[in-house]
């Protein structure tokens, strides 16, 4: 499959974004397809040979396997996992499991290829509970494919948590690359904040997810070897039947600085409107870019809006920059406050968020909080969602299909809490304030 070059980062940000920019040079590496979302990979500062002596006591890192420049041999890999449970998968089994990769079963398409759904269960493997799974088939152009890849297998095959995705198995034959997950049934949180089911997110759900990824972050923050995400943002939150979220795509994981270190000097990866601005301009990465981005996912879930968006007004295109002055301004919050919330949230909780949010983007690493404390900030927040509901009336339109209670245009009543998600669908609503 064909894919076109990755735009860089550099010159799309404003403000301090635009410092970035001049700081920082280089050419884009990694190459994306189906979606336009710029990703950056940029000439920072080269990485350090890494010690390989964490393999000693506890997880495995990927240098421990990649020293050879990344062509560990699928022996050597399955045996480095064992005991993480993992299936080793053939590229027949995938093809059956899949319906020959049949369009059928397409989900999507991200920066490494294809997704299609699959089933599995004990027929294809010895052991395997019966269940969907998502595979993941990765379309390879030189060895950047391989290493991030790899990278995924090796730290998602051992890391396990609540809140991140579940590695089923991989499959590591010739040239074939693929990965093997639980399927997530609702898919990114992104389809369900831009995408078809826009407006269908409530209050206290969006509140959830946040916590969950979080979470998430957290346990990967202060893992026995931490681990640097380094590519948070809604395309990679997942969400399961009950709105569970689950971090995925592990390919730009970094293991974390050594005891005497303060950050990782690597390139410079990740997305554009994610991607912590000092990190763009230094290479220097620290647990605190995950925060950053973090914050930015907490934004786009207040606001409903995205990170960069190139068809809003010039002031209004990068959400840091544009939220910011209203974040710690409880009078003038509801501004950027999510429209299709319908003014259906607890303004405390709001308040809250909002000002966390703010610490998280803070242009000072320093000043933005430790993930385990971004938990303990927002999850008393769930317990708040009823507390002080603004938006006191709605304007209820009757449904398309003619299927109103009789009267002619809409109806107007007092706001309530949506009780189900699909409720969202069916009825456009527009606040009055009194
Ligand atoms: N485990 C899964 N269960 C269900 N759907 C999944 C799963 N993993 C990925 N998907 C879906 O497959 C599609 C492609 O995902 P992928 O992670 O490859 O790309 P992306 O996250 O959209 O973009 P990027 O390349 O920037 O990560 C998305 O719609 C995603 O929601
Ligand atoms: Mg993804």
Redesign the pocket.
């Known amino acids: 499959m064909a894919r076109s070059s990755w735009k860089s980062l550099f010159g799309c940000f404003s403000s301090h974004s635009a410092a970035a920019a001049a700081a920082a040079s280089g050419k884009s590496t990694k190459k ?1 397809s189906a ?1 336009k ?1 710029t ?1 950056v990979a940029a000439s920072g500062s080269g990485s350090k040979p890494r010690r390989p002596s964490r393999s000693l006591h506890g997880r495995m890192s990927f240098s421990d396997l990649s020293l050879n420049g990344g062509m560990v041999s699928p022996e050597d890999l399955s045996l480095s996992l064992v005991g993480s449970n993992l299936h080793v998968f053939t590229i027949a089994e995938l093809r059956a499991i899949t319906r020959d990769f049949s369009m059928t079963n397409f ?9 299609y ?1 699959g089933y599995v269960d004990e027929k294809v493997k010895p052991g395997l509970r019966a269940q969907p ?2 595979v ?1 088939l990765l379309d390879l152009e030189g060895n950047q494919g391989h290493n991030e890849w790899l990278t995924e297998v090796i730290f998602l095959g051992q890391l396990r948590h609540p809140n991140l ?1 579940k590695l089923i198995g991989y499959c590591y034959e010739d040239q074939h690359r693929l990965i093997v ?5 609702r ?2 949180l ?2 369900h904040l831009f995408k078809k089911y826009a407006a269908s997110l409530q209050w206290s759900t969006r509140l959830k997810i946040a916590v969950g990824a979080a979470k998430g972050l957290a346990f990967l923050h202060e893992a026995e070897n931490p681990v640097i995400y380094r ?1 948070f ?1 809604t ?2 939150i ?1 969400l399961d039947s009950d709105y569970k979220a689950k971090l ?2 592990f390919g730009l994981a970094k293991d974390g600085p050594e005891e005497d270190e303060t950050h990782v000097s690597t390139r410079v990866m990740g ?1 554009q409107g994610y991607a912590a601005p000092e990190y763009i301009m230094t290479g220097h990465l620290t647990a605190k870019s995950d925060v950053y981005g973090f914050g930015v996912v907490l934004l786009e879930l207040l606001t409903g809006r995205k990170s960069v968006d190139k068809n809003r007004p010039p002031r209004e295109q990068n959400l840091v920059d544009w939220a910011r002055p209203y974040l710690n301004d409880s009078r003038r919050l509801d501004r950027v406050m999510d429209p299709n919330l319908a003014g259906q949230y607890a303004g405390k909780a709001a308040q809250k968020a909002a000002a966390l949010a703010y610490q998280c983007v803070s242009l000072n690493p320093k000043s933005r909080p430790h993930m385990s404390a971004v938990v303990d900030a927002l999850e008393p927040l769930l317990a708040l969602e009823d507390d002080g509901l603004v938006g006191p009336f709605v304007y209820v339109a009757p449904p398309d299909n003619g299927g109103n209670d009789g009267r002619e245009g809409g109806h107007t009543r007092r706001a309530g809490r949506r009780r189900s998600q699909d409720a969202a669908d069916s009825v456009a609503v527009v606040v009055e304030r009194v």
């Open positions: 994306k979606k979302k990703k989900i999507g398409e991200g920066g490494f290829g294809p997704v759904k799974v998502a993941k995705v997950y639980e399927f997530m049934t898919g990114s992104e389809k590519d943002k395309s990679n997942l995925s795509d997305t």
